[in-house]
């Protein structure tokens, strides 16, 4: 690669690569354009789920979090992700091992045991923040990277939760009515639309979704029926798991509530890859559960 | 010399001087874990309720996060691990971002949970996380389907992770072992089968 691409360590998750690889294929080759080269980092595992996994052990999500950091620090290379949830397991530890040293020596004690230790000597960035980010890439360097605009296409932008809240640990600002991922969306030539509250979970986090699925689709039907009050044609978001509820959620929704959406969703990377000219086969689209023919009708 | 004030009573004057709540089954030592796990000051919160009216799930169920923070100051142990409502948080931190003491009940029922697991109560699809992780070292493995569709689009079959690179897991393995975390999961998950 020429000297001018920033290399990063691409920390995959779970979601992305072994349930939405397009997601996976498209940050790689999205990113390309736009100066940012992903190298595989070796051996990862999963963040492990906040939620799910944190929930029961919060020391076990310090350590597992821990040797997947230590494994880009080897590489001598910050990470970047693509998903809400390995962010705040691979931001938060890196972030709270590097200020709170008791929770470091614990950490280090049984990295020992196979001999790893974090030393903190890297960041982690989600990609969509390096994209809006002026000093690496921007909102232009995007636009400008786009040759089919979404031109004509209404499209509800979905923030999630892990990456921006907490918001007092995090360096997001407002938590409230953020407005930066509606610029993304509209340098794609897209229109973002705004909608009955943007910012409310999806409903999949936490482990709910496998504990109470009735409850967790019942809040992602909130969700969708105010995203199609505003005559949204897709969702687009920045986390897999937000994907894999909205998307197989209309399927579950379907069959549980007897309500319909057929409202595509993909993920902001998907949506970067039609718009810098991928084809749908290129980006798997034939994997997701709601059908994403009528979006791609109207740009292709 | 002032005068001391005196209820003659020994037993009671000794409560007195225990600032900690007192109900038969409150366990003051319950507070102390939650602050140390949640890494908040759980006990100055003052029940005003932005939390509840914050969350998500508390429309469609029973589950009141302003009660758990309640339990917690109270330190009704027994009351807070037993409540099913605990698995209920999404964790999406709405609460945590508009408390008006700057405290993360969030992270409150994050420690609770911790907690509940010591004592056995979980619900069983995080065990099955737990077994996941052990085995392949992800929560969500890859599967055929999924691996076909990699190799169309031009990725390797499995991605560069354990998948591919399966001598990291008897790391991951050790780690959990070192917390004996898969061992209490399986145990939990067989007592239920029983």
């Given at each position: 690669m020429s000297g001018n691409m920033r290399q990063y360590a691409f920390f995959l998750g779970c979601i992305a690569p072994n349930r939405y690889p397009g997601c996976e294929?498209?940050?790689?080759?999205?990113?390309?354009?736009?100066?940012?080269?992903?190298?595989p980092l070796k051996g990862a595992s999963c963040c492990p789920a906040p939620g799910a996994f944190g929930a029961i052990d919060l020391k076990v999500w310090y350590a597992l979090a821990a040797r997947n950091l230590v494994l880009a620090e080897e590489?001598?290379?910050?990470?970047?992700?693509?998903?809400?949830?390995?962010?705040?397991?691979?931001?938060?530890?890196?972030?709270?091992?590097?200020?709170?040293?008791?929770?470091?020596?614990?950490?280090?004690?049984?990295?020992?045991?196979?001999?790893?230790?974090?030393?903190?000597?890297?960041?982690?960035?989600?990609?969509?923040?390096?994209?809006?980010?002026e000093k690496i890439c921007g909102v232009e360097k995007v636009r400008a990277s786009v040759t089919r605009p979404l031109t004509g296409t209404k499209i509800a932008p979905h923030y999630g939760c892990h990456l921006l809240k907490p918001k007092k640990e995090r360096h997001f600002g407002d938590t409230e009515n953020p407005m930066w991922f509606e610029e993304l969306i509209d340098?794609?030539?897209?229109?973002?639309?705004?909608?009955?509250?943007?910012?409310?979970?999806?409903?999949?986090?936490?482990?709910?979704?496998?504990?109470?699925?009735?409850?967790?689709?019942?809040?992602?039907?909130?969700?969708l029926i105010n995203v199609q009050e505003v005559g949204a044609d897709a969702i687009t978001e920045f986390c897999p798991f937000c994907q894999l509820q909205y998307d197989r959620g209309q399927v579950e929704i379907a069959e549980k509530f007897g309500q319909v959406y057929d409202l595509p969703v993909l993920h902001y990377n998907e949506l970067l890859g039609l718009a810098q000219g991928m084809t749908p086969q290129e980006l798997a689209l034939d994997l997701h559960a709601v059908d994403c023919k009528t979006f791609l009708e109207k740009i292709l | 010399m002032a005068r001391v004030k005196d209820y003659g009573n020994a037993e009671l004057e000794e409560k007195l001087q225990d600032t900690s709540y007192y109900a038969d089954d409150a366990n003051p030592q319950f507070l102390e874990d939650v602050k140390k796990l949640s890494r908040t000051a759980a006990n100055m919160c003052f029940q005003c309720g932005t939390c509840t009216g914050s969350c998500p799930s508390a429309p469609r169920s029973s589950y009141r996060i302003r009660l758990f923070m309640r339990r917690g100051v109270l330190g009704l142990e027994k009351e807070a691990l037993n409540d099913p409502d605990l698995w209920l948080c999404t964790t999406c931190y709405s609460c945590t971002d508009r408390c008006p003491r700057d405290l993360a009940p969030t992270d409150v029922i994050m420690a609770m949970r911790n907690l509940a697991f010591k004592v056995d109560i979980v619900p069983r699809n995080f065990l099955k996380?737990?077994?996941?992780?052990?085995?392949?070292?992800?929560?969500?493995?890859?599967?055929?389907v999924n691996r076909a569709a990699r190799v169309k689009l031009g990725l390797p079959a499995d991605p560069p992770t354990t998948h591919s690179y399966p001598e990291f897991i008897p790391g991951i393995q050790?780690?959990?072992?070192?917390?004996?975390?898969?061992?209490?999961?399986?145990?939990?998950?067989s007592e239920g089968e029983q």
């Open positions: 294929a498209a940050a790689i080759k999205t990113s390309e354009k736009l100066g940012i080269e992903l190298l590489m001598n290379m910050d990470i970047t992700l693509i998903c809400n949830g390995c962010y705040k397991s691979i931001w938060e530890v890196n972030h709270i091992l590097k200020h709170n040293d008791e929770l470091r020596d614990g950490v280090n004690e049984v990295l020992a045991e196979v001999d790893m230790e974090f030393k903190g000597s890297i960041d982690v960035w989600h990609l969509i923040e390096l994209y809006y980010d340098a794609l030539g897209a229109e973002s639309v705004q909608y009955r509250n943007k910012m409310q979970c999806c409903g999949a986090g936490g482990g709910v979704r496998g504990f109470d699925l009735t409850h967790s689709l019942d809040i992602t039907n909130e969700k | 996380t737990v077994q996941l992780i052990y085995k392949t070292g992800h929560g969500v493995p890859n599967n055929d050790k780690i959990m072992d070192f917390y004996k975390m898969k061992e209490n999961a399986d145990r939990i998950l």
